[in-house]
């Protein structure tokens, strides 16, 4: 069964040293980012510099760096899906050093009412997907143990927001009414791709991630409104909130 993944006693056979030789550090904080505007943005507007690549079968995938005010912060457009997010994530820290990870998304509401206009910073993610349970011991909700950090930033800020659960999946057009009651009544607030693997992960090899989300589109029990959506996927000001939550917790 797939929660019975985890397996702490085994060694690896596979190592990231077999595809990228000797672990490189160049860097400490990273951001992923998940929107192809705000990654373009983030190009332009700074000084970057690659230093290293995502490497696969269908391409390389370049992580650059810049400096703000003195710091040295890395960033890469990630692939989306929990796998494949929390892959990048173990590479990028293979490749440049980087253990602090500041991660900003969208996600879908599943509290309209709760969620509209503010921030979502998730307490805990329920496990509807496959990689966490290679990387963390089998449970239904993983815990985002920096959410505390996070919203003393936002609190510092004034910035609206509200704390809650959030619901993983890598089931794409497999939230189900039924799946959407079952959660909600959970007090899951949001629906996003990555959260739950990316956390496992960054638990499991010991980097911080730091995470916070903005809602687009809704679900109802009955409904699916999308309009909000391209909005909440790349709207540059969760850059500028990145760089604030760097700053101000002195990553």
């Given at each position: 069964?797939?929660?019975?993944?985890?397996?702490?006693?085994?060694?690896?056979?596979?190592?990231?040293?077999?595809?990228?030789?000797?672990?490189?550090?160049?860097?400490?904080?990273?951001?992923?980012?998940?929107?192809?505007?705000?990654?373009?943005?983030?190009?332009?507007?700074?000084?970057?510099?690659?230093?290293?690549?995502?490497?696969?079968?269908?391409?390389?995938?370049?992580?650059?760096?810049?400096?703000?005010?003195?710091?040295?912060?890395?960033?890469?457009?990630?692939?989306?899906?929990?796998?494949?997010?929390?892959?990048?994530?173990?590479?990028?820290?293979?490749?440049?050093?980087?253990?602090?990870?500041?991660?900003?998304?969208?996600?879908?509401?599943?509290?309209?009412?709760?969620?509209?206009?503010?921030?979502?910073?998730?307490?805990?993610?329920?496990?509807?997907?496959?990689?966490?349970?290679?990387?963390?011991?089998?449970?239904?909700?993983?815990?985002?143990?920096?959410?505390?950090?996070?919203?003393?930033?936002?609190?510092?800020?004034?910035?609206?927001?509200?704390?809650?659960?959030?619901?993983?999946?890598?089931?794409?057009?497999?939230?189900?009414?039924?799946?959407?009651?079952?959660?909600?009544k959970e007090g899951c607030i949001a629906v996003d791709m990555e959260l739950a693997g990316v956390q496992a992960v960054c638990d499991f090899h010991g980097f911080e991630l730091f995470s916070f989300?903005?809602?687009?589109?809704?679900?109802?029990?009955?409904?699916?409104?999308?309009?909000?959506?391209?909005?909440?996927?790349?709207?540059?000001?969760?850059?500028?909130?990145?760089?604030?939550?760097?700053?101000?917790?002195?990553?």
């Amino acid at each position: 069964m797939i929660t019975d993944s985890f397996d702490i006693q085994g060694k690896p056979i596979v190592n990231l040293s077999d595809f990228y030789g000797e672990q490189q550090f160049k860097v400490e904080v990273c951001l992923i980012t998940y929107s192809k505007e705000i990654y373009d943005a983030i190009l332009r507007e700074n000084k970057c510099e690659k230093i290293g690549e995502i490497n696969a079968s269908n391409g390389a995938f370049p992580i650059y760096q810049f400096i703000y005010k003195g710091k040295a912060v890395a960033f890469y457009l990630s692939a989306i899906g929990s796998m494949l997010a929390s892959q990048y994530c173990m590479i990028c820290n293979w490749v440049t050093g980087a253990t602090k990870f500041v991660m900003f998304g969208s996600a879908g509401s599943l509290d309209n009412e709760r969620t509209f206009n503010k921030f979502i910073i998730p307490i805990h993610s329920y496990r509807d997907e496959g990689m966490s349970y290679h990387y963390a011991p089998p449970s239904d909700y993983i815990k985002v143990k920096n959410a505390n950090k996070v919203t003393e930033v936002f609190n510092k800020l004034a910035l609206p927001f509200i704390e809650g659960k959030v619901w993983t999946t890598d089931a794409v057009l497999r939230e189900t009414n039924l799946q959407y009651n079952k959660r909600k009544k959970e007090g899951c607030i949001a629906v996003d791709m990555e959260l739950a693997g990316v956390q496992a992960v960054c638990d499991f090899h010991g980097f911080e991630l730091f995470s916070f989300l903005v809602t687009g589109d809704v679900l109802s029990e009955g409904t699916y409104n999308v309009d909000g959506l391209k909005e909440a996927n790349h709207n540059i000001n969760k850059f500028h909130v990145a760089m604030n939550i760097i700053e101000e917790l002195n990553l």
